[in-house]
């Protein structure tokens, strides 16, 4: 099995893949970015959202013995030359399939309609296949990897089925984050907390509800809400296979809820800078010696500890409403903690209006963060990683 962002590689091909996916990420991702230096513009991630739950989808007549064996170990002559799709290259799902191909010594290349795309050695993708419909409309790919319940609507098509789940290849990655815009964070520290809290009791509730499985009420009501989420194309059976392989999570522990990103981000960070994938931007920039100094900045868990604090009191509000807008990924159910919080009324609970605004992926997330379209945002760790070294968005 292959760990993530740089955490316990023990093949050196897979040490060279990170390379790769780091240059190819930033490469890809910068030019739709700002470079913001006012310190109110800054980004930090305050909440952890779910690890795992994505997956690898291939043809229905290709046979999976010839590209994974039953030990999870690659075989290199079936991934080669086939077409792969992703929503997105600064997206962990497309990260994720770059890092895979490469630890095989193999290319992952851009697919050129009409072009050459017979070079020996390479797989290629295609982006923005960023949900079922475009993916099973898609003649060009043989497969792709894309988050839930996008996922499990392609693999239960008639075209492609399941290759491998991306948790049993990087077990307990850092999938989605919160991340929130600074202008808004610094000056509306309580509605920050009170957003934090509210979105907690929804992680808790989802989880809750997930063992309590089928027959529960809260169950059928999660589900309920995932489909209208996800789209009414969705069946409920879909959304229940879906269900099963996303770890919801707001953080590790009541203490220190944001330990397993603090663990992976500094590693992530020098890799990019160390490579010259940040287009020259150094942490040196924003002031910081190494990858801890900087993560410590860009990692901020003083507002979900103090609103985990505001949990533990049981203290309700009974002030103002103030609205707040906060950008998703549309259809991902990876998010449900988000949307269930609203539907069960927390956010009211807590005097706050949420507004959701919708993203194809994380890099428009990320973009409605930085322009300060959204206060905060769900999104992948690398490309709110990508976005803040780049736009220079965290200062020492």
């Known amino acids: 099995m292959l760990s993530f962002y740089g955490c316990d590689f023990t093949n050196s091909k897979i040490i060279v893949a990170i390379v790769v996916v780091i240059i190819v990420v930033a490469a890809a991702g910068v030019g739709a970015f700002y470079l913001l230096k006012d310190k109110d513009k800054e980004i930090n991630i305050l909440a952890g959202v779910n690890t795992e739950g994505s997956g690898i989808y291939i043809e229905e007549g290709i046979d999976v013995s010839t590209m994974i064996d039953a030990d999870m170990n690659l075989i290199p002559r079936g991934w080669a030359g086939k077409v792969f799709g992703t929503p997105g290259i600064s997206t962990i799902q497309h990260i994720q399939l770059l890092t895979l191909v490469e630890s095989m010594g193999m290319n992952f290349s851009a697919y050129t309609i009409g072009g050459n795309n017979s070079a020996p050695n390479t797989v290629y993708f295609i982006v923005n296949v960023s949900n079922a419909s475009l993916a099973l409309g898609n003649d060009m790919i043989n497969g792709g990897s894309l988050w839930q319940p996008q996922y499990q609507k392609i693999i239960d098509s008639p075209r492609f089925k399941e290759l491998v789940l991306t948790n049993d290849l990087f077990p307990g990655h850092a999938c989605c984050v919160i991340a929130g815009y600074h202008g808004y964070t610094s000056t509306h520290e309580d509605e920050t907390v009170r957003f934090l809290a509210a979105y907690i ?196």
């Open 201 to 396: 009791k929804g992680v808790n509730w989802v989880n809750d509800a997930i063992v309590a499985g089928e027959g529960s009420a809260d169950y059928t009501k999660l589900v309920s809400v995932a489909k209208n989420v996800a789209g009414q194309n969705f069946t409920e059976q879909e959304i229940k296979n879906a269900l099963e392989t996303v770890t919801y999570t707001y953080g590790e522990n009541s203490r220190t809820p944001l330990a397993y990103l603090t663990e992976q981000i500094p590693n992530l960070a020098e890799s990019m800078v160390d490579l010259g994938a940040t287009q020259g931007k150094t942490l040196g920039d924003m002031g910081f010696s190494n990858g801890e100094e900087f993560t410590d900045k860009f990692v901020d868990d003083s507002f979900i500890l103090k609103a985990l604090d505001l949990l533990e009191s049981n203290k309700t509000y009974d002030g103002s409403k103030s609205s707040i807008t906060i950008a998703v990924i549309s259809g991902d159910i990876h998010q449900i903690a988000i949307h269930m919080a609203k539907e069960l009324g927390y956010f009211d609970e807590y005097g706050l209006n949420v507004n959701f605004s919708g993203a194809t992926n994380g890099l428009g997330v990320a973009t409605a963060i930085q322009n300060g379209e959204a206060s905060f945002g769900l999104l992948g760790a690398p490309p709110i990683t990508i976005t803040v070294i780049t736009g220079e968005l965290v200062k020492a």
